[in-house]
C-alpha cells in the first residue's frame, strides 16, 4: 500500500466520523428527527454505529421508523425543573408550567383515545372531562374553559404539539380561539408520531403490579423509569457510567456536590476516560474544575440557551452572572432586594441600550428573576425563596478589573 492509499483512508476515516459525530450532535439537539431534517440521513447510515455507542454509554434507545428517528432519552434526573419548554410568541412565549405539563398528558390521552382528526375545542373538552376525575381534582389540578387564561394554557400544549407534528393544522388559528372559543381550529393527528412520544422503561398501566406501593407521584415517575441493574460489580459500574455519561450529555455542569459517593467516586477514577468517549462521539470539550465537569461546546450550537445572548434579556443575564460571580466566594445567597438594587444601578449605566420595557417602574422584579431563571437552566445559580446562590460555575463570568496597557517610545 503506497502512502497516497494511506493519506486517503485517513481522509475517509475522518469524514466517516464527522458525520457520526454530527449525527449524534443533532440527535442530542432533536431526539425526534423527522426524514427532511438534513442529519436524518446521516443517522440513519450510521444507525448501527449509533446505537452501538448509545447502548453502551447511555441508557438510550435509538428507535429507526421509516419517516423518522427517535432518541429515546430519559432524564437523568426527575426534579430538575429548570429547563422547562419555551414555545411561542408574545403571551404565549412563557416557560412551561407544572400546570401546562399536567394538561399536557391529559390532552396526550385524550389523543390516544381519539380519532385521525380533532378540533382545538374537542382537545379542550376532554382534557376537562379528564381533570374533573376524582384522583386529579385531588391533586389540586383545576381547568375550564370558561377563561382566556386556560384556553392560552391549552394553547401553548397545542403549539408544542405542532411544533412535534403531532398536530397538523388544517384550519382556523389558535390567537381567535383564546379570544372567542367558538373560534374553533382543525388538525389532523399523526398517530404514528403520538406513539413514540412516551419514553419509559415500564408501561404506566403495569405500576399496580408491582410487589412494592406506589403512591406518590415521585414513587410512580421512578417506577416508570427504572431499570435492572444485575447485583455484580461489573454491572453496577456500567449502570454508574451510563447515568454518569448521560448527565455529563444532557447537563450543562455537572457538580461532584450533586452526586451520592459512590457516583462521586467512580467519576473521579474514570473521569478522563469517560470525558474522552463524550469527546469523540460528539466534539464537546471537558472542562473539568475541582467543583465538577461541564462539557463545552465550540461551535455553541448544542444547546436550547446561549450564554451569552443577544437583546436586553441577553444583556441582563450577563450583568447578574458577572454580579453573581463576586459574590461566589461567600457561598451565600444574594437576596432579591440586593439583585433589584443592582438592576437599578444597570438601568441607569445601560438603560439607553435597552427596550422600554426593561426601564419601567418595578421591572426589576421580572428581569432579575427571569435572568435567573436561566442561568438556573445553565447550571451557574441556584434559584431559591429569598434570592440566587451562585454556583461554582458563574466563575467563568467574573469581571477582572481594566487593564491599561502603555505604548510608545521610551526616553
Request: glycine content about 6%.
Amino acid at each position: 500500500m503506497n502512502l497516497s492509499s494511506l493519506a486517503l483512508g485517513d481522509r475517509l476515516d475522518q469524514l466517516r466520523d464527522d458525520e457520526r459525530r454530527r449525527a449524534m450532535r443533532s440527535l442530542l439537539m432533536q431526539p425526534l428527527l423527522y426524514a427532511d431534517h438534513p442529519a436524518c440521513p446521516l443517522v440513519k447510515r450510521h444507525v448501527d454505529w449509533l446505537r452501538h455507542w448509545l447502548h453502551g454509554e447511555t441508557r438510550w434507545d435509538l428507535h429507526l421508523e421509516a419517516d423518522f428517528v427517535r432518541l429515546a432519552k430519559t432524564a437523568p434526573e426527575q426534579d430538575d425543573g429548570s429547563r422547562a419548554a419555551r414555545l411561542g410568541k408574545g403571551s404565549l412565549h412563557l416557560d412551561f408550567t407544572r400546570r401546562r405539563y399536567a394538561l399536557l398528558c391529559l390532552v396526550l390521552a385524550g389523543l390516544e383515545r381519539g380519532e385521525i382528526q380533532s378540533t382545538l375545542g374537542r382537545l379542550g373538552k376532554a382534557a376537562v372531562d379528564q381533570a374533573a376525575e376524582p384522583g386529579i381534582l385531588a391533586s389540586g389540578l383545576r381547568f375550564e374553559l370558561r377563561t382566556q387564561e386556560d384556553r392560552r394554557d391549552l394553547v401553548a400544549v397545542v403549539r408544542l404539539l405542532l411544533d412535534l407534528a403531532v398536530l397538523v393544522r388544517v384550519a382556523g388559528n389558535e390567537e381567535a380561539y383564546i379570544r372567542n372559543e367558538t373560534k374553533d381550529v382543525l388538525y389532523d393527528i399523526d398517530r404514528h408520531v403520538l406513539s413514540a412520544l412516551l419514553v419509559t422503561r415500564r408501561g404506566p398501566s403495569l405500576i399496580g403490579s408491582l410487589e412494592q406501593p406506589v403512591e406518590t407521584l415521585d414513587q410512580r415517575i421512578g417506577a416508570i423509569n427504572a431499570r435492572f441493574v444485575a447485583d455484580t460489580p461489573e454491572a453496577r459500574n456500567r449502570a454508574l457510567r451510563q447515568r454518569l455519561t448521560e448527565r455529563l450529555l444532557d447537563d450543562p455542569v455537572l457538580y461532584y456536590a450533586d452526586l451520592g459517593e459512590d457516583e462521586k467516586t467512580y467519576l473521579l477514577n474514570q473521569r478522563h476516560a469517560i470525558v474522552q468517549r463524550i469527546h469523540e462521539a460528539t466534539g464537546l470539550i471537558p472542562e473539568m474544575r475541582a467543583e465538577g465537569i461541564a462539557m463545552v461546546d465550540p461551535d455553541g450550537d448544542l444547546s436550547d440557551q446561549r450564554m451569552p445572548a443577544e437583546g436586553t434579556e441577553g444583556h441582563i443575564t450577563l450583568l447578574l452572572a458577572a454580579h453573581l460571580a463576586t459574590h461566589l466566594a461567600q457561598d451565600l445567597v444574594e437576596p432579591w432586594t440586593s439583585l433589584h438594587q443592582a438592576y437599578r444601578g444597570w438601568v441607569e449605566q445601560y438603560g439607553r441600550y435597552w427596550k422600554k420595557a426593561a426601564k419601567e417602574a418595578h421591572a426589576e422584579q421580572s428581569f432579575c428573576r427571569d435572568a435567573a431563571k436561566r442561568l438556573a437552566g445553565l447550571g451557574l445559580a441556584k434559584i431559591e425563596e429569598d434570592g440566587v446562590r451562585p454556583l461554582p460555575a458563574v466563575a467563568r463570568y467574573a469581571l477582572d478589573a481594566p487593564r491599561i496597557s502603555r505604548t510608545g517610545k521610551h526616553a
